[in-house]
């Protein structure tokens, strides 16, 4: 058997070309959502995903300003409610009315995403709804619970 230099080349080639392919699939992408009060939401998530792997990333947001501009507010809560499925879901109840995960921010601004998992193949949604919840006092024994939410989509490939 003769061994030929330029098919030992021609194979490493194919192999670097083939993993670069691989990682570009599974790679991370950023995605920036603004709206109208200035508010900014970062999705670092992956756009393409294999049946059975978990989804991980991460979202880095800007927290709401204060709903009520002259009163101080007392505690504020960042939850972030997700799901993947094919159909749209268009509001908080109807996302409350199928199976989803909470998050919870880990510092001021940034909320990990894990251990999801798409149940079928296809273009499939990551969606949910990003809650500010602000509460005031108001005299001594009452508070008022103001919420705020942001849609959250992004869309993943499962193969």
Known sequence: MKFYPNTLSTIFFMLLLFNSCMDKKNQ???????????????????????????????????????????EDVFKKYTFLYLTISKDEIDTFKELMEVPHDTFAPIDESIIPIYNLKAQEKGSM??????????????????VRIVNKDRKITHRINVY
């Not at 939401?41 to 927290?63: A, M, V, Y």
């Open 28 to 70: 991370e992408k950023k995605k920036q959502i603004n709206n109208v009060n200035r508010e900014t939401i970062s999705l670092s998530l992956p756009d393409s995903l294999n049946i059975g792997d978990l989804l991980e990333g991460h979202i880095e947001f800007k927290r709401t300003a204060n709903p009520i501009p002259n």
């Open 125 to 142: 949604l990551l969606q949910g709804f990003l809650v500010n919840q602000f509460l005031y006092k108001k005299g001594n024994d009452s």
